[in-house]
């Protein structure tokens, strides 16, 4: 009963800070942190038995977990190419490493700078998913990238956490039984993707009995790796993995959001109640190297490599800074090294409160990125090269600039646009996705390589001589940059945007963009027609606007 009463005072106490963090406009993340900061030991110190807590938060990242197995498609993976798998192996190596390192030069032994050193090399799965899913820009080409850094992650960590709990007294008895355990775990599991897909195909009738099932493959999951002596976050993840190799996946990750949602707030309150600032004070000098490596060094390792691999400043900024952050998988690591006694509990505590603080700049990060991109932009103009590159054949080239279309992002909607008007006028795309890239080049179509908002980039397309501009990219920002930009210059160029909702919608609207296309409401073949016919009567186009603007807001209530 007194876990019970725990529990419902965690998400009553997380519930108020979410209010607060809301209202100062700030990450949720902070509230649940706050919550159990306030709760613990530092705090009203209703809730300090230490088994307890931590058997509360392995229930929750074994949740978090199965969220983080249930994205996992290994096709998508192979499918990124050689060169982002390669660049993901050699940070975390390296990451590993610099951990390593530091810890052995300030005389820690092997194991305890074995765990940091994984402190150090893998990302929070699921913090820079759910920043991505906020932004809309899991497609994106840096989310993909960032997805397929992290899926490759969680496999090396699931491997790590196989092994780690034998370090302190490894022998050839403990060796063969992790072996054969192993062999075992990897049975069951190739047992369970092969008849899954039946199961779930029947049981998918049922919404209620869909939602019982992938429960059954999660506890049923949990229950094995406990047996076998694993953690129960190898159980979440291992289900997620088996229940993502089905056409259900989908659904079942709707389904189960609500729970996920609960037990993430949970999780971060527990890691808020271990929060240790008197551990962090009397390591100080510790704590900010571990903290400079995960936030600061291993962002700028990977701008750096995507930069150099042709990814563009913009891109390689938002990988970077979306993975500047230790793992949820350090908890589970943590907690197996202050079981084992591989470690004591103030060790526990460094790991858990470097892994909290780094968690929270992370959103911050989000929020600076563009501004963080503008300035280095601003500062180096003599990296041009890294911001604008014409790749589209010459011959392609519009030989008139003027009254062309401009297609800004060529992905989703706008495939459809660049199709449909190739016929009737001269096209010019804007894309800094290289699998894109190819294909336009492939169908002729003349593309440019760059970020929209760079100066020489308007200049090239001579932006203000446009009949119309499609921007068909997530950012808004992006967007508004170049609404103002061109309506302060021409008053026949026709803009239209794209909005993830009503409220960004809105927001364009209110800078005197023409049109805005929400996918939410309008399939991309419709949206294409639909503009279509205004154009051949652009009296329509304020009628239209401001008919979508008033369904746009009746939405709202």
């Given at each position: 009963?007194?876990?019970?009463?725990?529990?419902?005072?965690?998400?009553?106490?997380?519930?108020?800070f979410?209010?607060?963090t809301?209202?100062?406009?700030?990450?949720i993340?902070?509230?649940?942190?706050?919550a159990?900061?306030?709760?613990?030991?530092?705090?009203?110190?209703?809730?300090?038995?230490?088994?307890?807590?931590?058997?509360?938060?392995e229930?929750?990242?074994?949740?978090?977990?199965?969220?983080a197995?249930?994205?996992?498609?290994?096709?998508?993976?192979?499918?990124?190419?050689?060169?982002?798998?390669?660049?993901?192996?050699?940070?975390?190596?390296?990451?590993?490493?610099?951990?390593?390192?530091?810890?052995?030069?300030?005389?820690?032994?092997?194991?305890?700078?074995l765990?940091?050193?994984?402190?150090?090399?893998?990302?929070?799965?699921?913090?820079?998913?759910?920043?991505?899913?906020?932004k809309?820009?899991?497609?994106s080409l840096?989310g993909?990238?960032i997805?397929t850094?992290?899926?490759?992650?969680?496999?090396?960590?699931?491997?790590a956490?196989?092994?780690?709990?034998?370090?302190?007294?490894?022998?050839?008895?403990k060796?063969?039984d992790?072996?054969?355990?192993?062999?075992?775990?990897?049975?069951?599991?190739?047992?369970?993707?092969?008849v899954?897909?039946?199961?779930?195909?029947?049981?998918?009738?049922?919404?209620?009995?869909?939602?019982?099932?992938?429960?059954?493959?999660?506890?049923?999951?949990?229950?094995?790796?406990t047996?076998?002596?694993?953690s129960?976050g190898?159980?979440?993840?291992?289900?997620?993995?088996?229940?993502?190799?089905?056409?259900?996946?989908?659904?079942?990750?709707?389904?189960?959001?609500?729970?996920?949602?609960?037990?993430?707030?949970?999780?971060?309150?527990?890691?808020?109640?271990?929060?240790?600032?008197?551990?962090?004070?009397?390591?100080?000098?510790?704590?900010?190297?571990?903290?400079?490596?995960?936030?600061?060094?291993?962002p700028?390792?990977?701008i750096?490599?995507?930069?150099?691999?042709?990814?563009g400043?913009?891109?390689?900024?938002?990988?970077g800074?979306?993975?500047?952050?230790?793992?949820?998988?350090?908890?589970?690591?943590?907690?197996?090294?202050?079981?084992?006694?591989q470690f004591?509990?103030?060790?526990?505590s460094?790991?858990?409160?470097?892994?909290?603080?780094?968690?929270?700049?992370?959103?911050?990060?989000?929020?600076?990125?563009?501004?963080?991109?503008?300035?280095?932009?601003?500062?180096?103009?003599?990296?041009?090269?890294?911001?604008?590159?014409?790749v589209?054949?010459?011959?392609n080239?519009?030989?008139?600039?003027?009254d062309?279309v401009?297609?800004?992002?060529?992905?989703?909607?706008?495939?459809?646009?660049?199709?449909?008007?190739?016929?009737k006028?001269?096209?010019?795309?804007?894309?800094?996705?290289?699998?894109?890239?190819?294909?336009?080049?492939?169908?002729?179509?003349?593309?440019?390589?760059?970020?929209?908002?760079?100066?020489?980039i308007?200049?090239?397309?001579?932006?203000?001589?446009?009949?119309i501009?499609?921007l068909?990219?997530?950012?808004?920002?992006?967007?508004?940059?170049?609404v103002?930009?061109?309506?302060?210059n021409?008053?026949?160029?026709?803009?239209?945007?794209?909005?993830?909702?009503?409220?960004d919608a809105?927001?364009?609207y209110?800078h005197?963009?023409?049109?805005?296309?929400?996918?939410?409401?309008?399939?991309?073949?419709?949206t294409?027609?639909?503009?279509?016919?205004?154009l051949?009567?652009?009296?329509?186009?304020?009628?239209?606007?401001?008919?979508?603007?008033?369904?746009?807001?009746?939405r709202?209530y």
């Amino acid at each position: 009963m007194e876990l019970l009463f725990h529990m419902g005072l965690m998400i009553t106490l997380s519930a108020v800070f979410m209010y607060i963090t809301h209202k100062l406009k700030q990450p949720i993340l902070l509230g649940y942190i706050l919550a159990g900061i306030v709760l613990g030991p530092f705090g009203l110190n209703i809730i300090n038995d230490q088994a307890e807590i931590i058997a509360v938060g392995e229930l929750g990242v074994a949740f978090l977990l199965f969220s983080a197995g249930i994205e996992i498609d290994i096709r998508n993976l192979i499918s990124s190419g050689v060169k982002v798998i390669v660049t993901g192996i050699i940070q975390i190596i390296l990451c590993f490493m610099f951990g390593y390192l530091l810890l052995q030069m300030l005389g820690f032994n092997q194991v305890i700078s074995l765990h940091f050193g994984l402190l150090i090399a893998f990302s929070s799965t699921m913090i820079a998913t759910k920043i991505l899913v906020d932004k809309d820009e899991t497609s994106s080409l840096h989310g993909r990238i960032i997805i397929t850094l992290l899926i490759l992650q969680d496999i090396l960590a699931i491997i790590a956490l196989l092994f780690i709990g034998n370090l302190s007294s490894i022998n050839i008895n403990k060796i063969n039984d992790v072996i054969t355990n192993t062999e075992i775990l990897v049975g069951i599991v190739i047992s369970l993707v092969l008849v899954m897909p039946k199961i779930l195909e029947y049981s998918a009738k049922d919404k209620r009995l869909l939602y019982m099932t992938s429960l059954a493959v999660l506890f049923l999951m949990l229950g094995i790796v406990t047996y076998l002596g694993f953690s129960l976050g190898i159980g979440g993840f291992l289900a997620g993995f088996i229940l993502a190799n089905t056409m259900f996946k989908s659904n079942i990750r709707a389904e189960m959001k609500p729970l996920r949602e609960f037990f993430a707030a949970i999780f971060f309150v527990s890691l808020g109640i271990q929060f240790n600032p008197v551990v962090l004070l009397h390591s100080a000098g510790l704590f900010s190297g571990l903290l400079i490596l995960t936030s600061l060094i291993k962002p700028l390792m990977l701008i750096i490599a995507f930069v150099m691999l042709g990814y563009g400043l913009r891109n390689a900024l938002l990988i970077g800074l979306l993975m500047g952050q230790s793992s949820e998988f350090s908890f589970i690591l943590a907690k197996i090294g202050l079981s084992t006694g591989q470690f004591g509990q103030d060790t526990y505590s460094l790991i858990i409160s470097t892994v909290v603080v780094s968690i929270l700049i992370t959103p911050y990060y989000a929020t600076v990125s563009r501004k963080m991109y503008n300035i280095i932009k601003n500062r180096f103009r003599k990296w041009r090269s890294s911001f604008i590159r014409v790749v589209g054949h010459p011959a392609n080239k519009p030989k008139h600039m003027k009254d062309h279309v401009i297609i800004v992002g060529a992905h989703r909607i706008g495939k459809s646009i660049i199709e449909h008007f190739k016929k009737k006028a001269d096209v010019i795309c804007v894309e800094h996705d290289p699998e894109i890239l190819k294909e336009l080049k492939k169908e002729g179509t003349y593309h440019i390589y760059g970020d929209i908002t760079n100066e020489e980039i308007l200049k090239e397309l001579d932006i203000h001589k446009a009949a119309i501009i499609f921007l068909m990219i997530p950012d808004i920002d992006d967007q508004l940059f170049v609404v103002d930009n061109v309506k302060k210059n021409s008053k026949n160029t026709v803009i239209i945007g794209r909005a993830h909702d009503k409220y960004d919608a809105l927001k364009l609207y209110a800078h005197g963009i023409d049109y805005v296309i929400v996918p939410e409401y309008v399939s991309s073949t419709n949206t294409v027609h639909m503009i279509d016919r205004i154009l051949k009567n652009k009296k329509e186009w304020k009628k239209h606007r401001e008919k979508h603007i008033k369904e746009l807001k009746e939405r709202m209530y």
